[in-house]
């Protein structure tokens, strides 16, 4: 799987993005996915996370009632919702999908295994 983020760039303190990625292969709707940021010299921090059917979806508490995480399995995309950004939520945010042989935590970067290159997000104050 081949995953490609798009949709970050340069807002204020208040505005919204969506994030999307799209992802290669013909069994997306089997995959966990996950959006992780990462700050220069820092560890990933989990965002958000979305079951197979999209049933299921978990956030970070820095996030939680801010962002939304949705999938639509006939694109083979997810998206990442993000309202009333802060400049906290600066960062450079990634994809990651678990295919369904594997196990892990919905929280850790490294429980995934495929991860999409990263995208600037950036909100200025």
């Known amino acids: 799987v081949q995953l490609q983020a798009s949709g970050g760039g340069l807002v204020q303190a208040g505005d919204s993005l969506r994030l999307s990625c799209a992802a290669s292969?013909?069994?997306?709707?089997?995959?966990?996915m996950g959006w992780f940021r990462q700050g220069s010299g820092k560890e990933h921090e989990f965002v958000a996370a979305?079951?197979?059917?999209?049933?299921?979806?978990y956030y970070a508490d820095a996030v939680k009632g801010r962002f939304t995480i949705s999938r639509d399995n006939a694109k083979d995309t997810v998206y990442l919702q993000m309202n009333s950004l802060k400049p906290e939520d600066t960062d450079v945010y990634y994809c990651a999908a678990r295919s369904p042989l594997y196990s892990g935590r919905y929280y850790v970067y490294s429980d995934y295994n495929y991860w999409g290159q990263g995208t600037q997000v950036t909100v200025s104050s």
């Open positions: 979305i079951t197979p059917s999209g049933i299921n979806t």
């Open positions: 292969g013909r069994t997306f709707g089997s995959y966990s």
